[in-house]
T-cell receptor, first 116, second 114 residues
Framework: AQKVTQAQTEISVVEKEDVTLDCVYE???????LFWYKQPPSGELVFLIR??????QNEISGRYSWNFQKSTSSFNFTITASQVVDSAVYFC?????????????FGKGTTLSVSS | DVKVTQSSRYLVKRTGEKVFLECVQD?????MFWYRQDPGLGLRLIYF???????EKGDIPEGYSVSREKKERFSLILESASTNQTSMYLC?????????????FGPGTRLTVL
C-alpha cells in the first residue's frame, strides 16, 4: 500500500537556523513521483518541487534543498537560514505512475514555526 | 497565471442542509480533485474526475457526491450536511495522462456545520 509519513508534527526554530523536514514513503511501484507543497496561513497549497523515482540527484533552489534517497525511501526537505516567512505547514506527497487522474497521497504535514 | 478558484472562503450551514461547493479552473486541465483537510489527518481525497461527466471515488466519499458538467467546473455536494463534515475543503486540478504533473490548488473553503 502507498503511504507517506511525516514523523515531525511541529517544529519550532529561530530565524537563521537551518531546519530539515523529514518524509518517508512506501510504494510497490518502481515508477513514482514525490512532491513537496507549502501551505502558508492563507490556506492555499503552493507547489515546491517534484521528483521522479529515477532521478536521485539532489536539488537546490535558493535556500531550499531536497535530498532524495531511494535506499531509505526518504525525500527530505531542508531550509537553510530560515525566515519568518517560511512559517507554514509543509506536506510531502506521493503519486504513482500509469494511471490517468491518479490523486496524490499526502503525509499529515509538518507545521514549521520560525520566530524572529 | 494559473488559477483555481473556489466559490467561498468561509461557509456556515445547518445540519441537514444541502451544500454546494464550487471549484473553477482556467488552465484547461482534465483532472480535478476534491480533498478534505483536518488537523492531524492531512489531506484526504474525497472524489476526483478525469473528464467531463466522469468521477471516481477517493478514500472518503461517504456523505458526498460530485458533478462535472463542464471541463472547468467541479462541484462537491453534501446532500445532508452533518457536523462531522465541518472541515477545510480544497479543490485541485492537473493535466491528464502524466500523473507526475503537479496539482494546482484553490484557496480552500472552510465549512462549518452547526
Amino acid at each position: 500500500a502507498q503511504k507517506v509519513t511525516q514523523a515531525q508534527t511541529e517544529i519550532s526554530v529561530v530565524e537563521k537556523e537551518d531546519v530539515t523536514l523529514d518524509c518517508v514513503y512506501e510504494t510497490r511501484d518502481t515508477t513514482y513521483y514525490l512532491f513537496w507543497y507549502k501551505q502558508p496561513p492563507s490556506g492555499e497549497l503552493v507547489f515546491l518541487i517534484r521528483r521522479n523515482s529515477f532521478d536521485e540527484q539532489n536539488e537546490i533552489s535558493g535556500r531550499y534543498s531536497w535530498n532524495f534517497q531511494k535506499s531509505t525511501s526518504s525525500f527530505n526537505f531542508t531550509i537553510t537560514a530560515s525566515q519568518v516567512v517560511d512559517s507554514a505547514v509543509y506536506f510531502c506527497a506521493l503519486s504513482e505512475a500509469g494511471q490517468a487522474g491518479t490523486a496524490l497521497i499526502f503525509g499529515k504535514g509538518t507545521t514549521l514555526s520560525v520566530s524572529s | 497565471d494559473v488559477k483555481v478558484t473556489q466559490s467561498s472562503r468561509y461557509l456556515v450551514k445547518r445540519t441537514g442542509e444541502k451544500v454546494f461547493l464550487e471549484c473553477v479552473q482556467d488552465m484547461d486541465h482534465e483532472n480535478m480533485f476534491w480533498y478534505r483537510q483536518d488537523p492531524g489527518l492531512g489531506l484526504r481525497l474525497i472524489y476526483f474526475s478525469y473528464d467531463v461527466k466522469m468521477k471516481e471515488k477517493g478514500d472518503i466519499p461517504e456523505g458526498y457526491s460530485v458533478s462535472r458538467e463542464k471541463k472547468e467546473r467541479f462541484s462537491l455536494i453534501l446532500e445532508s450536511a452533518s457536523t462531522n463534515q465541518t472541515s477545510m475543503y480544497l479543490c485541485a486540478s492537473s493535466l491528464a495522462l502524466a500523473t507526475y504533473n503537479e496539482q494546482f490548488f484553490g484557496p480552500g473553503t472552510r465549512l462549518t456545520v452547526l
